[in-house]
């Protein structure tokens, strides 16, 4: 499974709009790539998944470059309940054991 | 989707002694996996529960020390034996392959089991 970097932690203010690069440079042909949130004493939560261009649910967008060597998540308008940690994760789809990097601990302030 | 319940939620334990860890699905799931995170870290996959036969362990985790039993598509317990303080996590159950979707892609995380050795 190709491995992941991201940064470590973010803060933003209430109401702007986040971006979260996710690097992942051995990425493989068949590898998605899904992000997860995690709230304190909670699982993570699977938030949105994509194999190249552009992809949007209800709350966020995930934007992957040609290349799908790096991802960013984008969270619109930002409020204090979107504190949480981010995982960015790479691997084929039916790959069940997921492998967790670090993950970003996104801090919005009021 | 599918909700998922775990059993404890937290515990506390005395060194040496075994805690089993029951994870229950509203709905019947194709797989179910066991997860540990430390406090301040990220999960790290323990092992792929398979109902009816020996679970699929990770490196650095042996069933000796993580017995897991999967009797059904819905149920699963981990074992946590001979503990000792290092052991002190959190345990996350997850599923995937949720009845009535062909997907495996997004996985499902109960709400964890919060251990403390002392």
């Known amino acids: 499974l190709a491995k992941t970097t991201q940064p470590i932690s973010m803060d933003s203010y209430e109401g702007q709009e986040v971006n979260i690069t996710c690097s992942h440079n051995?990425?493989?042909?068949?590898?998605?790539i899904t992000w997860y949130q995690q709230f304190p004493s909670q699982g993570p939560r699977f938030i949105i998944q994509?194999?190249?261009t552009k992809v949007t649910n209800e709350v966020a967008s995930l934007f992957i470059p040609a290349d799908r060597k790096s991802s960013t998540l984008s969270l619109p308008r930002v409020s204090l309940s979107d504190t949480a940690v981010y995982y960015c994760l790479v691997g084929p789809l039916g790959q069940g054991n997921l492998i967790f990097g670090k993950g970003t601990k996104l801090s919005v302030k009021p | 989707s599918a909700v998922i319940s775990q059993k404890p939620s937290r515990d506390i334990c005395q060194r040496g002694t075994s805690l089993t860890i029951q994870c229950q699905v509203d709905s019947q799931v194709t797989m179910m996996f066991w997860y540990r995170q430390q406090p301040g870290q990220s999960l790290t996959l323990i092992a792929t529960a398979n109902q009816g036969s020996e679970a699929t362990y990770e490196s650095g985790f042996v069933i000796d020390k993580f017995p897991i039993s999967r009797p059904n598509l819905t149920f699963s317990t981990l074992t946590v034996s001979n503990m000792s303080p290092e052991d002190s996590s959190i345990y996350l159950c997850?599923?995937?392959?949720?009845?009535?979707?062909?997907?495996?892609?997004?996985?499902?995380f109960g709400p964890g089991t919060r251990l403390t050795v002392l």
């Open positions: 997850s599923v995937s392959g949720t009845s009535g979707t062909a997907t495996y892609n997004e996985q499902f």
């Open positions: 994509g194999y190249k």
């Open positions: 051995n990425i493989a042909t068949n590898d998605y």
